[in-house]
């Protein structure tokens, strides 16, 4: 078999780069994208321009994601996997406090952005009977205070992939929706601004997910055989469990 190549989107950070490193080390070839460049140089730097191909573009932007993909190079143009990972929560006040510009930037990154790829690489994906994998979270399931257009972005990319699913029935294409509770990554520092002392708080002594089992559960899904397809998969921590309603009384 030629060598399958898969583009993991938010690759320069938490899951996506881990499961950049997964890859690789299986041996895929992995077109990496995300904003931050020198980061995407690193792992460029530790795996050779002929394994990872680096794509530095805001996910938001419709014009700059076609010309990328326009551009790959032909090693890296037949794509069998996307990995939509790229995503965010910014804030976790009430929705009567929050700020309109952090819900916008939610759904163009977690949901706009996440459907734009996914229809620009839907010919290639048929063509190669490839996969896609979206990272959702426990979130599109269980509500919680503050997690409003979060959880709804993410209720949205769980939804999306069965419906993509059966949209693509019959042609061979296999998606998941993955589903993580508490991981540690630079989600926290970016939802709360940059508050390290908040996301050392949130993580300390829980044993959260790493971003290195959400890898290997990629690498898990991408592997099976072909006639398998895992709709969704939801996976917290063993310390994380759920709580009750809460009921107002006057
Ligand atoms: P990180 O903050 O560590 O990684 C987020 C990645 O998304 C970064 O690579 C970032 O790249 C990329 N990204 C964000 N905005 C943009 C943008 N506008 N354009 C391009 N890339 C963007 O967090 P995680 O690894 O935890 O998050 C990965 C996914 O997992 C997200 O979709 C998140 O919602 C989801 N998730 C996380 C959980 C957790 O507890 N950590 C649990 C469940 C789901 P850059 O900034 O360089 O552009
Ligand atoms: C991230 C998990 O619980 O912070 O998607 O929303 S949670």
């Not at 899951?15 to 890859?23: K, L, P, Q, S, W």
């Not at 790229?86 to 759904?107: H, N, S």
Request: proline share 4%.
């Amino acid at each position: 078999m030629s060598t399958r190549v898969a583009w993991i989107t938010g690759a320069t950070s938490g899951f996506g780069a881990a499961t950049v490193d997964r890859f690789v080390a299986g041996g895929w070839r992995v077109v990496a994208s995300g904003r931050r460049i020198e980061r995407l140089q690193r792992l460029v730097d530790r795996h050779g321009a002929d394994r990872v191909h680096p794509l530095a573009f805001d996910i938001r932007d419709e014009a700059a994601m076609r010309a990328a993909h326009a551009g790959l190079p032909a090693d890296f143009a037949a794509i069998d996997l996307l990995v939509n990972n790229a995503g965010l929560a910014l804030g976790t006040v009430p929705a009567q406090q929050a700020e309109l510009a952090q819900w916008k930037q939610m759904i163009d990154t977690n949901v706009t952005a996440l459907v734009t790829l996914t229809r620009l690489l839907l010919p290639t994906l048929i063509e190669r009977r490839g996969a896609i994998a979206n990272i959702s979270s426990t979130a599109s399931t269980y509500p919680y205070p503050g997690g409003n257009v979060y959880g709804g972005t993410k209720a949205f990319v769980s939804q999306f992939s069965l419906g993509l699913r059966a949209d693509l029935h019959g042609t061979g294409v296999r998606v998941t929706s993955v589903e993580p509770g508490m991981a540690e990554t630079e989600f926290t520092l970016v939802r709360t601004g940059g508050d390290q002392a908040a996301s050392d708080k949130l993580y300390a002594g829980a044993q959260p997910i790493t971003a290195g089992d959400i890898a290997d559960t990629l690498w898990w899904i991408a592997n099976l055989p072909a006639h398998l397809n895992v709709n969704r998969i939801e996976l917290m921590p063993t310390s994380q469990s759920f709580g009750g309603f809460q009921v107002h009384r006057e």
